[in-house]
T-cell receptor, first 111, second 115 residues
Framework: GQNIDQPTEMTATEGAIVQINCTYQ??????LFWYQQHAGEAPTFLSY????GLEEKGRFSSFLSRSKGYSYLLLKELQMKDSASYLC????????????FGDGTTLTVKP | SAVISQKPSRDICQRGTSLTIQCQVD?????MFWYRQQPGQSLTLIAT?????????ESGFVIDKFPISRPNLTFSTLTVSNMSPEDSSIYLC????????????FGEGSRLTVL
């Protein structure tokens, strides 16, 4: 079966660093995606990991450990506009369109 | 990146009626994906629409309830048939990006409310 777990909600302060964790148990693995979704909008792609390690892209970084079935999204220098839902998704075969999504973590950034 | 246009953006529907959602992509793509996002929940894949063949449905979704058309490489429709309040949801069309990562690009979504 497919199971992806991430915290439901997190709160952080503007300028701080926050780490959003994701654990997964899937029948196959062909990469892990993080998406950002602002309220009332469509998800937008943030990052992709297929090998173990850290991928850095500006203020956002994503880490993967395949042996542990674990990933995290790290957001640095938080801004108010980072308040959104962050979705962890696992591509369980070569077709990314068949990704299994977690329920998302709603991040609230406070001044 | 891909630009995806969906319509309607939102609609209020009566129980028992059907509604067709349209999805237009600005480039030719092999597969288009239809997702559902129920209130407060994450995305669930309904089906994969392939041009020239029948759509492939995920467990729990059937063609009679969610018929899909894919007449060409840039367009698809999803019909939500015989709607009930449980079908109130956001329906999202998506395609894979052209990079090696294969990330998904989503349309703006169609928010349906069934009374």
């Amino acid at each position: 079966g497919q199971n992806i777990d991430q915290p439901t909600e997190m709160t952080a302060t503007e300028g701080a660093i926050v780490q959003i964790n994701c654990t997964y148990q899937t029948s196959g693995f062909n990469g892990l995606f993080w998406y950002q979704q602002h309220a009332g909008e469509a998800p937008t792609f943030l990052s992709y990991n297929v090998l173990d390690g850290l991928e850095e892209k500006g203020r956002f970084s994503s880490f993967l450990s395949r042996s542990k079935g674990y990933s995290y999204l790290l957001l640095k220098e938080l801004q108010m506009k980072d308040s959104a839902s962050y979705l962890c998704a696992v591509a369980d075969n070569t077709n990314a369109g068949k990704s299994t999504f977690g329920d998302g973590t709603t991040l609230t950034v406070k001044p | 990146s891909a630009v995806i246009s969906q319509k309607p953006s939102r609609d209020i529907c009566q129980r028992g009626t059907s509604l067709t959602i349209q999805c237009q992509v600005d480039s030719q793509v092999t597969m288009m994906f239809w997702y559902r996002q129920q209130p407060g929940q994450s995305l669930t894949l309904i089906a994969t629409a392939n041009q020239g063949s029948e759509a492939t449905y995920e467990s729990g979704f059937v063609i009679d309830k969610f018929p899909i058309s894919r007449p060409n490489l840039t367009f698809s429709t999803l019909t939500v048939s015989n709607m009930s309040p449980e079908d109130s949801s956001i329906y999202l069309c998506s395609v894979e990006g052209s990079t090696n990562t294969g990330e998904l690009f989503f349309g703006e979504g169609s928010r349906l409310t069934v009374l």
